[in-house]
């Protein structure tokens, strides 16, 4: 009875702690002498168990390559700065202040995706300051790499017990790493050094829970725990040897069921924690959704019962993001208003009533433009039927509209201008050009990997319009 009154005290403060803490303002300032005239974002993730960021502010920085930046935040958060599309990590501590100084690769710069170069943001702090969070959890961090370089190997191939203890005492000779929820440093330690268990002691799944798990904590502002969770719960409730194949397929297939299955999941010892379990059950019906085996509907049923009645509203951002990519009931969190060569604005909405293919292309893109001479027939066929667009994504303007000139006896078909749009690139996962994707006028994802234009798309398309160009069928010549 104490067990469960105290449990309940904790859910309670946890909760409030999360959402009932007043909102404290956050401040960053600095130089990017880089990046005179680009915009600079600051983007907080509030959803770690998919790592979903939000963008919290952002500033032009001027001509003399100065910005500032203001958000408000209850606790720590993940967040990261990004200009354009590189981008770079640190956490932000209520009521600070920050100054920074940020530098880049400047050819990188120029990519859709430094960040597969390794073009990130470079941040310095010109005071620097060793009781600040991010000083602390850096200098660990690079101590925990350089340690796991030489010890790699043995510990995650080996599996060597002994080359894990050894890291691992490395580690806490090195660092203040204890078992300490209400620090937010020392459990990004632990939980990191947790990967070490994770790897090495596999097999003692019983041990790892009770060490990591079986507690009245769920940090879900860590990113150390929340990487450690999502590792060692991913594909749980399909693998487990506590839970039955008979027991999901009652309650997910058979009649979706989120009592039946949440009280038969209580069964696992490593499930005891009602809020863990749950957790769990939203990480893993978000996975079994691509899973043949279960219903994709009564998936989508399982988490709506859990918005609309769940104990724990830390949960609730985790069920909308599952909800939403399932869906696609929500429309992209970045507006899509474009702009043509003449600099007029061109929303989405015009496109109302077909589907719209998306070509992502640069302009100095050899293989890009190769492909246009495919999509200009294409066009012709079924422009009627779907919509093409070509979305340009030069930094520079000017070499966009040198693209239209250079081209334009080519291009009958819409030919646009993301105009700075980074992040609705960021939150597609438009990484490499030329990219695709189909969607509709609202913006919403229809198809985020279609076929391309070189490879399967004319097959695509004679197959989805194929019954409009058939010839009406002679009544004498049936089968």
Known sequence: ???????????????????????????????????????????????????????????????????????????????????????????????????????????????????????????????????????????????????????????????????????????????????????????????????????????????FYRKYFDNDYILYNNPAYMDLFVESYTGYLYNSHYISKELLGRTINDEPDYLALFNGLGRDPMLANERLRELVIILNLTELFNNEEFDRGNIVKLLQYIKASTHFLEHLVFVDHALERMTLSAAPSHPLVFKDGKGKKKPIKQFDGKDIYVQVFQSDCVDCIREMTLIKALNQKYGDKIQFISLNVDPDRDSYEQFLQSYEDMLDWPVLYFDGNYDWLLENGVETLPEYLIINADGKMLQRYPPEPENGLPEYLLYRFHNEEQEPENPLFRN
Request: hydrophobic share 40%.
């Open 1 to 207: 009875m104490f067990r469960v009154a105290r449990s309940l005290f904790i859910s309670l403060l946890i909760g409030f702690a999360a959402f009932g803490w007043a909102q404290r303002p956050v401040t960053i300032a600095g130089t990017a002498p880089f990046a005179k005239g680009e915009e600079i974002r600051l983007l907080v993730f509030e959803d770690l168990l998919n790592r979903i960021p939000t963008v919290a502010a952002s500033d032009k920085i001027d001509k003399n390559g100065r910005f500032k930046l203001t958000c408000t935040t209850n606790q720590i958060r993940l967040a990261q700065l990004a200009i354009r599309t590189s981008k770079a990590e640190f956490f932000i501590v209520p009521d600070n202040t920050y100054n920074f100084s940020i530098g880049v690769d400047t050819v990188l710069f120029q990519l859709i995706n430094p960040e597969r170069y390794g073009g990130y943001l470079w941040i310095t702090n010109p005071a620097k300051d060793t009781n600040d969070l991010n000083y602390k959890i850096n200098r660990f961090s690079q101590y925990f790499a350089r340690a796991m370089n030489y010890y790699g190997f043995r510990v995650t191939v080996d599996h060597d017990i002994t080359a894990c203890d050894t890291l691992d005492l490395l580690l806490r000779k090195k660092f203040d790493i204890q078992y300490n929820p209400l620090n937010f440093y020392q459990s990004y330690a632990y939980y990191t050094c947790g990967q070490i268990d994770r790897v090495c002691r596999s097999k003692e799944q019983d041990s």
